[in-house]
């Protein structure tokens, strides 16, 4: 993960991204990214979920960049808060916590 992150910080370095776009126009397109992902999923079409995935997770390098945070320091955040959630998902989908 550290390459990936490395490797899509140099393209954009290099493509002008952090000195042209804001972190709002990255926050945008990750959204359409997860849009194309919901599609793909919908569609069952593996190749374009694989690559919508790589998408919003290129779009989250660059919107970390831009806001001076990591993903890793959101990831960890995250697991932090539900790492010792307790609860139970119920029919339908839906998680309830305890």
Request: aromatic share 8%.
């Amino acid at each position: 993960m550290k390459e990936f992150i490395f490797n899509v910080q140099s393209w954009a370095d290099t493509r002008g991204i952090y000195d042209h776009s804001t972190s709002t126009a990255q926050l945008l397109k990750a959204i359409s990214e997860v849009g194309e992902l919901a599609d793909a999923h919908a569609k069952n079409d593996r190749k374009e979920v694989i690559d919508a995935i790589g998408d919003v997770m290129v779009c989250l390098v660059n919107y970390c960049a831009m806001e001076d945070l990591t993903l890793e320091q959101c990831c960890e955040s995250a697991w932090n808060e539900i790492k010792n959630r307790k609860g139970r998902m119920i029919e339908g989908g839906v998680f309830v916590k305890d």
